[in-house]
């Protein structure tokens, strides 16, 4: 019975996915070894260090379901060794001594990195789906509400109005920079590994090169310049990629979060009928999607610091470090999943509500409005002072809850710079968007024309 909450199968898909599971299970990691060592026995036999007939029948067997997994299992924990099991599973599954020649020439970490890598780039594939997904969502949401005026919060407090498109044209066009980031890390960390016991090619001799670089154009993976064994900024770089995306979706999760509180009430996750949001208080439409997504991100953004310290391991290689950078990259990968696939269901059944966004520009009477009347005073008073005059002025009606088109009458520097229709023109919160549909407009082409230009694959 899985005791972790990833692999739980009661909680498992708030904290993952199948499909991610499936990426990064033992299963899956045992093929890609066996991958790896296949690719490895045919790139030596095509340069004669091993026999062909050997090869081909290291990559015939070289299927998990050729070799068991519960006697790969007694044996690490009987030697402690993480390869080597693996390595004697395939071996005793191939035939006419063919066995004798896996793993030949190769280190643990040649192969493990290099498994590791495929898996990556199995799991980037889905980020990068999931992420032009979202971002296709949100492309949709801004157009839709890009003239929907809400009030724009700072610290917390009703700043000034924007609208609700604008808002999501942000978070596109965040999405789309994680995108971007994504393609250009890509081919950067999707390398893969051979070098040897310390990377000098020693026991492969004079063409230890050019195996690997048959190696990994076997596998699909692109070959460092130098094998990376103590280098391990590309998985450190994968790490903080994912902890930025996170950070991403967070503030998505939490803006939804924020906005659905009963006070506010402009957004609300999707509902389905039957869903209980309290045992006690039958009432309750809790945001549990949103809340499950704030959980998941935060935890990928503290995988972040483990990961980088991972990145700093002795000489030529550090089991310890080498673990915890597992555990961070694995974990990470999977909380992305689920992260990702969160953000999608919260966006694609969000309810808006305008009217509400409406009721709440008035929350502050007609306060929020005091920069347009600031601005227009300016022009005959100077900034400076326009700012200190209506600065008094909003201080008044703030505490007396009353209204600042009254106080602004009552000022005398302002006596005769408005009418009361100037006022009321400049206080309406309809009018004072700025150019948030124009600039929705131009982010929607922008990231279309982007779009347009993504590969159909990394």
């Not at 199948?18 to 045919?42: S, T």
């Not at 340069?47 to 990559?59: Q, T």
């Not at 390595?87 to 970490?109: D, I, S």
């Not at 999760?253 to 924020?258: A, L």
Request: charged letters at 25%; aromatic letters at 6%; proline letters at 4%.
């Amino acid at each position: 019975m899985p005791a972790y909450f990833i692999d739980s199968v009661l909680w498992g898909d708030l904290f993952s996915t199948a499909e991610l599971r499936a990426i990064f299970d033992d299963r899956a990691y045992i093929q890609r070894v066996l991958d790896a060592e296949a690719a490895l026995a045919e790139a030596e036999a095509e340069l004669g260090l091993i026999p062909a007939a050997a090869a081909a029948e290291i990559r015939l067997k070289a299927r998990v379901e050729n070799v068991d997994l519960g006697a790969i299992k007694a044996e690490f924990d009987r030697i402690r060794h993480q390869i080597m099991p693996v390595v004697h599973a395939l071996a005793r599954a191939c035939e006419g001594g063919a066995g004798e020649y896996v793993h030949w020439g190769a280190t643990t970490q040649d192969i493990v990195d290099t498994a590791t890598v495929l898996q990556l780039k199995d799991a980037l594939q889905v980020f990068y789906r999931d992420l032009r997904e979202i971002e296709a969502e949100l492309i949709r949401l801004a157009e839709t509400h890009a003239a929907t005026p809400m009030a724009g919060r700072t610290h917390g407090q009703q700043a000034l109005p924007v609208t609700l498109g604008y808002k999501f044209a942000v978070w596109a066009a965040e999405i789309r920079r994680h995108i971007e980031r994504l393609k250009e890390a890509a081919p950067r960390v999707l390398v893969g590994q051979l070098g040897g016991a310390v990377g000098t090619f020693a026991s492969f001799g004079a063409v230890g090169p050019e195996v690997r670089r048959r190696m990994l154009a076997k596998l699909g993976l692109g070959e460092p310049e130098i094998c990376w064994h103590s280098a391990r900024d590309r998985f450190a770089e994968v790490n903080c990629l994912l902890g930025l995306i996170a950070a991403t979706l967070y503030k998505v999760g939490n803006e939804i979060y924020q906005l659905q509180k009963t006070e506010i009430d402009e957004l609300e996750e999707p509902f389905t009928p039957g869903k209980v949001g309290s045992s006690t208080m039958p009432h309750k439409r809790n945001p549990s999607l949103a809340e499950n997504l704030k959980a998941v991100a935060d935890k990928i953004r503290h995988n972040v610091a483990q990961a980088l310290a991972a990145a700093s391991p002795e000489h030529e290689r550090d089991a310890a470090a080498w673990w915890a950078e597992r555990l961070a990259l694995a974990e990470n990968c999977l909380l992305m999943g689920a992260a990702l696939f969160r953000t999608k269901q919260l966006l694609s059944g969000l309810t808006v509500r305008p009217d509400r966004m409406a009721r709440n520009l008035r929350a502050l009477g007609d306060l929020l409005l005091s920069e347009a009347v600031m601005l227009r005073a300016a022009e005959k008073l100077g900034r400076q002072t326009a700012h200190e005059v209506v600065y008094r002025a909003a201080m008044r009606a703030y505490e007396a809850g009353g209204s600042l088109k009254a106080e602004l009458l009552a000022e005398p520097e302002l006596a005769g710079l408005f009418t009361e229709a100037d006022l009321d023109r400049l206080l309406d919160p309809a009018g004072y968007i700025g150019l948030a549909p124009q600039v929705v407009a131009e982010v929607a082409a922008k990231l279309r024309a982007a779009r347009a230009a993504d590969p159909g694959t990394l």
